[in-house]
């Protein structure tokens, strides 16, 4: 079982992959399950007169099936985008546009992906009434800030479930008890925890969450909703159009990019706790080795409450963008995808109380299905050869 990482490159040129929050390398087996869609069940979905739109229909309705069984839900109550940038978009938006004129308040947390923020600040540029609250040292949202925002004209909270820069896991059972008790429906961004982390709506009381296909070894450009059946959770569609999934997304579905969505999402279920069990060997080999050679590294974000696959560091002394210039053999980012184009430190560093040199020499490494213990090694290697060149660390 092999990634499919493009052409061009001989295997040992590329560079080792640790950046799997930004994206993961298609599994083969999605890949396999994408095919016929691409080729002979070329369908419209909607096309409801012959078996080429049957068929199409038919891998929706899989797919659908795959993806709610790893959250809990009903295969009725997942509605297909393009990614979780969309599906974002979608709730937080149109919640605000059902019930934001009853319930004017949106609450949500200061390190969400931007997608999130900037959904809330259109929504308040739209005259409602927007609350980000900050998160504490260890990038955990504080529950008493949670529930004094959190009030009867509050119409959305929005927590994610896994940060994407930093690997925290919020509290979102207990943070669904509060959105509960006052009335709130309940959304949470899981692209970084849906497949890597179990995660139940209905324990957990989610009413509405967002998912990404290519954060979980599907294609890119394929994301998904989950929405609580009934009334409650009524939201209005950004597309207008033929009202495809249930009028909440219009536009032809893409049957081959579900299919690929559908078959990874199968693909984690059955393998979860052995992927779970792999990344924590391997980031534990990577942290006692790294910590060891380079004692002055530091965590970011709480040390326990993460998934083990994402460790974003700090090389204090080290500025991150000169470290990665040094170190082109190693795949990794120093922070989110969205965001490492710009020049600034991250928002979710600064966040967490870190001044603007520090953020300025984190990385983050992200550990995948696909690494090795060869590649962690290696990877440690090229870390403590660059760091030692640059001088060494000055804590
Ligand atoms: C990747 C990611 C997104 C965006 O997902 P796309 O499918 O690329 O639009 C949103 N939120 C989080 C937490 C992510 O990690």
């Known amino acids: 079982m092999t990634a499919q990482l493009g052409e061009p490159d001989p295997v040992e040129q590329r560079p080792i992959y640790l950046d799997y929050q930004a994206t993961t390398p298609l599994d083969e087996r999605v890949l396999t399950a ?18 080429y739109g049957w068929q199409a229909e038919a891998a929706l309705d899989i797919a659908r099936e795959q993806v709610s069984a790893l959250i809990g839900a009903a295969p009725g109550e997942v509605y297909f985008t393009s990614g979780a940038t969309e599906s974002n978009n979608t709730i937080i938006k149109g919640v605000m546009d059902v019930w934001g004129k009853v319930r004017p308040r949106l609450v949500t947390v200061c390190t969400e992906h931007k997608c999130v923020l900037e959904s809330a600040l259109y929504c308040q540029r739209q005259g409602y009434e927007l609350v980000v609250l900050p998160v504490l ?14 009030d009867e004209r509050t ?117 979860m706790t052995a992927d779970t069990e792999k990344s924590v060997g391997l980031s534990m080999r990577f942290k006692q080795r790294l910590f060891a050679a380079l004692p002055g590294i530091q965590l970011n974000g709480h040390a326990e409450k993460r998934i083990a696959s994402n460790l974003n560091l700090c090389f204090p002394g080290i500025d991150g963008e000169l470290l990665l210039a040094n170190i082109r053999s190693l795949a990794l980012s120093s922070g989110a995808a969205c965001a490492s184009a710009l020049t600034g430190p991250s928002y979710v560093l600064a966040a967490l109380g870190l001044t603007e040199t520090q953020a300025k020499s984190a990385l983050r490494i992200g550990i995948g299905r696909f690494s090795t213990e060869v590649e962690i090694d290696q990877a440690v290697d090229v870390l403590v050869e660059a760091v030692t060149k640059l001088g060494g660390l000055r804590p």
Not at 186 to 210: E, M, R, Y
């Open 155 to 271: 119409a959305l909270v929005s927590v994610m479930a896994v940060n994407n820069e930093i690997g925290v896991i919020q509290p979102l059972k207990e943070i669904g008890k509060i959105a509960k008790e006052n009335g709130a429906l309940f959304h949470s961004d899981i692209a970084q925890a849906f497949g890597k982390t179990p995660v139940d709506v209905n324990n957990l009381q989610l009413d509405l969450a967002s998912i990404s296909g290519h954060k979980i070894y599907g294609p890119k450009g394929i994301g998904a909703f989950y929405k609580r059946a009934g009334r409650a959770t009524a939201l209005s569609p950004l597309f207008s159009g033929g009202d495809q999934e249930a009028g909440l997304r219009s536009g032809t579905q893409a049957p081959a990019l579900v299919a690929g969505l559908g078959m990874a999402a199968e693909i984690a279920l059955a393998e």
């Open 34 to 51: 994408m095919l016929p869609y691409l080729r002979e069940n070329f369908g419209n979905p909607h096309s409801s007169t012959h078996a």
């Open 137 to 150: 040292a260890d990038g955990i949202v504080d529950l008493d800030q949670v529930a004094e925002a959190v």
